[in-house]
T-cell receptor, first 115, second 115 residues
């Protein structure tokens, strides 16, 4: 069974810092990896999707990298802002088979950016 | 935003009563999923569907059933609600792997309280 771990569980930083959130997974046979953001009491918003053949994806101040062989992904947030405060979730989708597209989630990193 | 609507958004019900949650999508995606989110457990898959009338169990399916009679609707039923089913329930959709990129999109969630 795929296990996904996110470190740290919580992070509190001043505005303007560059951040790295970590995600590790136990089975490298993945189809893709997806990073989500979740605000309190809200649903999950997709931030970045990295296919297994890709090494990184960028969207604005966000950059996600994938090292499938070592079972790791990082989400880099540049010049953090208070509006970035949220929980960030990493999820992996296994390659085909009986799993039929389901996602395995980490428990998230709760980020607080203070002014 | 992907067209996913969950109803109701909030519900309080009594132990032993049946409850049905609805997920409606306008994206014509093949796969639909029900997850529950609990503190300390993260997101866990309850049931999923890979087509009309095609469903299968996830890792926490006991006490739940699902139905999908149309592409756009996926219903989750708690047959006899228990306090342990108090949770936030999320519906998600994605396309199939044979169509390439399979980004998952989530609804806003249903907060269910069983008293």
């Amino acid at each position: 069974k795929q296990e996904v771990t996110q470190i740290p569980a919580a992070l509190s930083v001043p505005e303007g810092e560059n951040l790295v959130l970590n995600c590790s997974f136990t089975d490298s046979a993945i189809y893709n990896l997806q990073w989500f953001r979740q605000d309190p009491g809200k649903g999950l918003t997709s931030l970045l999707l990295i296919q297994s053949s890709q090494r990184e994806q960028t969207s604005g101040r966000l950059n996600a990298s994938l090292d499938k062989s070592s079972g790791r992904s990082t989400l880099y947030i540049a010049a953090s802002q208070p509006g970035d405060s949220a929980t960030y979730l990493c999820a992996v989708r296994p390659w085909g088979g009986s799993t039929l597209g389901r996602l395995y989630f980490g428990r998230g990193t709760q980020l607080t950016v203070w002014p | 935003d992907a067209g996913i609507t969950q109803s109701p958004r909030h519900k309080v019900t009594e132990t032993g009563t049946p409850v049905t949650l609805r997920c409606h999508q306008t994206e014509n995606h093949r796969y639909m999923y029900w997850y529950r989110q609990d503190p300390g457990h993260g997101l866990r898959l309850i049931h999923y569907s890979y087509g009309v009338k095609d469903t299968d169990k996830g890792e926490v399916s006991d006490g739940y059933s699902v139905s999908r009679s149309k592409t756009e609707d996926f219903l989750l039923t708690l047959e006899s609600a228990t306090s342990s089913q108090t949770s936030v329930y999320f519906c998600a959709i994605s396309e199939s792997q044979d169509r390439g990129v399979t980004e998952a999109f989530f609804g806003q969630g249903t907060r269910l309280t069983v008293v």
